[in-house]
């Protein structure tokens, strides 16, 4: 049984930095590809970041240039670094990743389109406030 447990959030001032982890277990092959998602209050879920299997790695407009996700294999853990974080930030932030199902796009960390992955976090709280 895969789980991913997020860790991290917190409360940080505008212009402030913050580091996600997402600690993967319970699987025995890697994942196609894994990914950063948030949903602030009243909003849809949106993809934030992917980190594909081939390494390749995908950002929304929005966080170009301030958030990086990377992937540490041999500590089967994901994370995402913000940094000039804004209040438009404020969402609950949750891993996800695809095992099952070969997906191109996935490999090559190119989709946040959350039907395409399979595996969920509870999500952890960010939230960015003077």
């Known amino acids: 049984q895969v789980q991913l447990v997020e860790s991290g959030g917190g409360s940080v001032q505008p212009g402030g930095s913050l580091r996600l982890s997402c600690a993967a277990s319970g699987y025995t092959r890697s994942s196609w590809c894994m990914g950063w998602f948030r949903q602030a209050p009243g909003k849809e879920r949106e993809g934030v970041a992917v980190i594909g299997r081939s390494g390749g790695t995908y950002y929304v407009d929005s966080v170009k240039g301030r958030f990086t996700i990377t992937q540490d294999n041999a500590k089967n853990t994901l994370y995402l670094q913000m940094t000039s974080l804004k209040p438009e930030d404020t969402a609950t932030y949750y891993c996800?990743?695809?095992?099952?199902?070969?997906?191109?796009?996935?490999?090559?960390?190119?989709?946040?389109?959350?039907?395409?992955?399979?595996?969920w976090g509870q999500g952890t709280l960010v939230t960015v406030s003077s």
């Open positions: 996800a990743a695809r095992f099952g199902g070969q997906s191109y796009a996935c490999y090559v960390g190119r989709t946040v389109d959350s039907k395409d992955f399979d595996r």
